[in-house]
């Protein structure tokens, strides 16, 4: 039951693989997924189980392998362009998977379960846990009075010690306690920030960082959990500090203490920092860390691919080798490209829907026109849709014929509900020799049923024409 099959498929190919000449050597496969979310919701954009596609390259120089990454990138931007979806390529965290250079493909709708962050100015696009914050430029402060110990019974949160001091969160540290592969370690970063565990474990070169129990704060702090502070920790753990927080400025930190509180500590002169780096969520309203112009903006947005260069991370580790020209043997450099297909049918509904149903852009709807007739009693409206039925067919144009014994308002809200782009309505028109036709949630009007078929296919090419992304060079 895989989640993912980088072992799976580096297994296969260490078994065949000798010389440089059979590379590149791509492999993949479609097929069900199985992960154990802790939390399933969403409907289908999140389960258990889903269809997956999933591609793994073997290349023996690192062009070869940038040259599979760009082609898979524009591949997977072009299946979106053909599913009609807005999509948004970002940087991500690569996770369990590891490798190095990965771009995550988002599905941009509100009801997303991810927060991506962008500059419209340069493009730069990374998901929360990825996306960089640029260090602050301003200078040191100075003349910070001397540390003092203040009284905060029952504030332990960042909302209640800033309430009962008067200050603003910015004015405060948050003093996290984490385990970064089996060591307690600490972390530092303003009271209106929120700490980024991947970019911590990323600052540590620690794969796994996690946050610490309660008997290991106890234990760093000698205090209840919620008065952490790096003033006077036991057993002088590592101490890192996420890059906004200025050497020489006074915060309000917790005591160490139950209940208590120490004012006007600076970084510098009360504790020291073992790393400075970047630990922090970024959030709407950041400088773009990549031009001098613009600032990052939120949006909302469900994953549906996910590409990586993962290099000798796995090739190295089970011995997937080659011989090169000069006879040395080498692991060879991976890439791992994963598209969720159902997930991909799941989150365009989330994306593409209205009060009455579903939207589905044209070229992945079930079917593009619905032939109804409205009275399924009437003989002439049932031959009559029937012959409209095979001409569409004959055209190629995927048609569902709705001649159910059902009553006419029925079948137009299944319609709508099941969100067939296209929808003929054969009645009693036909006594004048028309039917009605017209777009999904839109207005019907008469057309003649002489000529109804060649239009309804017009019609459905040219919308599926406005799917078809342009060639490119590659």
Request: hydrophobic share 40%; proline share 5%.
């Amino acid at each position: 039951l895989g989640f993912t099959h980088e072992e799976v498929v580096t297994d296969i190919v260490r078994g065949v693989l000798n010389s440089w000449k059979q590379m590149p050597i791509y492999l993949y496969q479609i097929q069900t997924k199985l992960r154990d979310e802790p939390r399933p919701r969403g409907g289908l954009v999140r389960g258990r189980e889903f269809t997956m596609f999933d591609g793994y390259s073997f290349d023996s120089n690192q062009e070869d392998l940038d040259r599979i990454y760009r082609l898979n990138y524009r591949a997977y931007e072009r299946i979106f362009l053909r599913c009609g979806l807005e999509y948004l390529a970002v940087e991500a965290d690569p996770g369990a998977i590891g490798g190095s250079e990965n771009h995550e493909f988002m599905l941009i709708t509100e009801s997303g379960e991810d927060t991506v962050l962008r500059c419209r100015e340069c493009g730069y696009a990374a998901n929360a846990e990825r996306a960089e914050v640029r260090q602050s430029a301003e200078a040191p402060g100075a003349g910070v009075p001397a540390a003092e110990l203040r009284s905060t019974p029952g504030a332990h949160t960042i909302d209640q010690v800033s309430e009962l001091l008067g200050l603003p969160a910015l004015s405060l540290i948050k003093t996290i306690v984490c385990v970064a592969d089996g060591v307690p370690i600490v972390a530092l970063l303003r009271g209106d920030r929120e700490l980024n565990l991947p970019k911590l474990g990323r600052a540590l070169g620690a794969p796994i960082v996690v946050l610490a129990p309660p008997a290991i704060v106890e234990a760093l702090t000698g205090a209840p959990v919620g008065f952490a502070g790096p003033v006077g920790l036991i057993g002088e753990p590592q101490i890192i500090v996420d890059q906004e927080i200025r050497a020489g400025v006074g915060y309000v930190v917790g005591a160490n203490q139950a209940d208590a509180h120490l004012l006007n500590v600076a970084l510098g002169r009360d504790y020291q920092a073992g790393i400075t780096a970047d630990i922090r969520t970024a959030v709407a309203g950041d400088p773009c860390p990549r031009c001098e112009s613009g600032s990052m903006e939120e949006a909302r947005g469900i994953e549906v691919g996910h590409i990586f260069k993962l290099g000798t991370k796995y090739s190295a580790d089970m011995g997937c080798v080659y011989q090169t020209p000069g006879g040395e043997k080498l692991p060879a450099l991976m890439g791992c490209y994963g598209l969720g297909v159902s997930r991909t049918i799941a989150a365009a509904v989330e994306a593409h829907h209205d009060s009455s149903g579903i939207e589905w852009p044209i070229s992945i709807a079930p079917f593009e026109v619905a032939v109804v007739v409205a009275n399924s009693k009437d003989e002439g409206q049932r031959t009559e849709a029937e012959a409209l039925y095979r001409k569409l067919a004959a055209l190629g144009v995927d048609t569902l014929l709705d001649d159910r014994e059902e009553r006419t308002g029925v079948k137009f809200k299944d319609m709508e509900l099941i969100g067939i782009p296209f929808q003929v309505v054969v009645g009693k028109g036909l006594a004048e020799s028309v039917v009605e036709f017209g777009k999904r949630g839109g207005t019907r009007e008469a057309i003649p049923l002489a000529t109804a078929s060649s239009v309804i296919s017009a019609a459905v090419t040219q919308a599926r024409q406005q799917l078809i992304p342009g060639r490119d060079d590659e």
